[in-house]
């Protein structure tokens, strides 16, 4: 059966603990849900990962709408959650909400993220239906004002980032992503909210972690303290890469296996 965002909320509920992944495209998607990950984030974090961009702030509606578009057509049970990129809400709630509607009516997403306490936002989406997944700490849309990736609510800057979290979840958002915060602070949320945390950089008592796909898999250059690689497929993509050459270089590929007749 397909998750849905409340079934998100009845886990929190139950103490259930749930894991959500990055998916960028169709094949990773199809693996991701075969593989029961209930919530797969089309972040826009595509942009360093996968487009070569230094930081997320150059990815455009119609860059996250193809992603969106292509991991939609790859799941069955998971939720599929659209980012909204820079400034495609930041203007005006009017904008915001046109934008968002797109992820949801060309992109077959069926929630949206967006960064930062967008309160008048998060609450028309879901005063007509759209469900919200708010993100407060480090923000990545806001790194030129942050200064840098960093850590965010150490000292007094945490009662800020806890109040940005139950406003968030006042004005209906259905879970919040906790992002490089220290882990006291993230506790703390969670134990406050009834909507799911879902951390990352947070340490471990929120009710859900995230990892972007591509740190998860070891293929991130220079992947972030808090990313854990379950696999080494830059290693293994550059071994397989390898060899194919030097097959075709040798004339052992194509094979009698590998040809027609
Ligand atoms: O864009 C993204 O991948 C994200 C996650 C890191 C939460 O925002």
């Keep these: 059966m397909s998750v849905t965002v409340h079934d998100l909320r009845a886990w929190k509920a139950a103490g259930r603990r749930f894991a959500m992944l990055t998916a960028y495209d169709f094949p990773t998607a199809r693996i991701l849900d075969r593989a029961e990950i209930p919530v797969l984030l089309v972040g826009d974090s595509v942009g360093r990962n996968v487009l070569g961009y230094a930081n997320e702030l150059p990815v455009t509606m119609e860059e996250m709408l193809h992603h969106v578009r292509a991991v939609s057509r790859g799941v069955t049970n998971a939720l599929v959650v659209g980012d909204m990129p820079f400034m495609s809400f930041q203007a005006s709630t009017e904008e915001g909400v046109r934008n968002a509607g797109r992820l949801l009516k060309e992109g077959g997403a069926h929630a949206v993220k967006i960064e930062g306490p967008q309160l008048d936002l998060v609450h028309r989406l879901v005063e007509i239906g759209i469900p919200v997944m708010a993100h407060v700490g480090l ?20 009662s800020l980032i806890l109040d940005q979290a139950q406003a968030l979840e006042k004005a209906g958002a259905f879970s919040i992503v906790l992002e490089a ?22 340490g471990p008592h929120c009710d859900a972690q995230v990892l972007v796909i591509h740190d998860l898999l070891g293929i991130t250059d220079r ?23 030097r097959e075709v270089a040798e004339g052992t590929f194509p094979d009698e296996e590998h040809s027609y007749h």
Excluded: C, H, W
């Excluded at 923000?139 to 609510?153: A, L, M």
């Excluded at 703390?188 to 950089?201: A, K, V």
């Excluded at 497929?233 to 550059?238: G, N, P």
């Design 223 to 245: 992947p972030p303290k808090f990313a854990k690689a379950y696999a080494d497929l830059r290693a293994e993509t550059e071994r397989a890469a390898r060899a194919f050459a």
């Design 139 to 158: 923000t990545p849309q806001s790194v030129n004002g942050i200064g840098g990736y960093r850590v965010q609510g150490r000292g007094e800057a945490a």
């Design 181 to 202: 915060m220290p882990a006291e602070l993230a506790a703390e949320i969670t134990r406050t909210l009834q909507i799911p945390t879902i951390g990352i950089g947070a």
